[in-house]
């Protein structure tokens, strides 16, 4: 049985003010807490204020990026151990838009999510195609790369423990979904990837689907055999949008 999630890519969104509101909103929504795991990624600055709302709650607290390195001089960076006081437990890692402005590699995410797992920290690895990549017809190679580069050398505990985020670039904030077929097509590819890299966690790694996920194409995305969840960036900043795509599940 794999667990489903449902996570919230924030980006650079929320003030204080803005944080309280929506966690008191989703706080006070309603779901099966069994078969949804709720996460929420606010932004490096409201992740104190959210960490103390979300204590002892349903919805668990994660950060969109986090160093690769332990503390010192790396001006701007945040450590594993900065997020766990603040009560993070997921980090999203390697998403589109770090490896698009950040110059973020397949090597590097691998780096990091191996140095989020030894902190107790689950990593969500982000993968996905470019549309010229897609028109081209080569999404499997493409995500084969990635989830080869950035699964590298993981643990049998590391692999279990992850979280995979499939996220086709051209359907990111753009409003175009990919099709439920189309986004299955890839999710089969990515568990049949792992599972050569080992096969019990193939059968128990959520693969999240992400790109203009919304309330009205939810249900249908998350009901294909092997979408586990959603990774949404835009609809999880309202409330009644982000519970509705959690009750889709
Ligand atoms: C994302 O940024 O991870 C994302 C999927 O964004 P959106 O839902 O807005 O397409």
Redesign the pocket.
């Known amino acids: 049985m794999r667990q489903n999630i449902i996570a919230g ?1 924030w ?1 650079m969104n929320g003030n204080i003010s803005e944080t309280k509101s929506l966690l008191e909103e989703l706080l006070a929504g309603k779901w099966d807490h069994q078969r949804c795991q709720a996460v929420v990624c606010p932004p490096y600055t409201a992740l104190s204020t959210a960490g103390k709302l979300l204590h002892e709650s349903h919805i668990a607290l994660g950060a969109q990026d986090m160093s690769e390195h332990a503390s010192g001089a790396y001006t701007g960076e945040i450590s594993t151990d900065m997020l766990l006081t603040v009560g993070a437990t997921y980090v ?1 890692l390697g ?3 770090r490896r698009q402005y950040h110059s973020e590699t397949d090597k590097l995410v691998n780096t990091k999510a191996k140095v989020a797992f030894q902190a107790g920290l689950t990593p969500i690895i ?1 993968v996905g195609e470019t549309l010229t990549q897609r028109e081209a017809g080569q999404v499997h190679e493409v995500v084969e790369a990635q989830i080869n580069g950035t699964l590298s050398e993981f643990s049998a505990d590391l692999m279990m423990k992850s979280v995979i ?1 499939y ?1 086709p670039i051209w ?5 175009k979904t990919a099709t439920p077929d189309i986004a299955e097509d890839v999710h089969r590819f990515i568990r049949q990837k792992i599972a050569e890299l080992d096969a019990d966690a193939a059968e128990t790694i959520p693969i999240l689907y ?5 309330p009205s194409n939810a249900a249908e995305l998350l009901g294909q055999p092997d979408i586990d969840g ?7 900043l309202k409330a009644d949008d982000f519970l509705a795509i959690i009750n889709a599940v």
Do not use: D, F, P, Q
């Open positions: 890519n980006k999203i998403h589109s838009e982000c985020a996220e359907a990111i904030g753009t409003g992400g790109g203009s996920v919304k959603a990774l949404v960036g835009g609809a999880s």
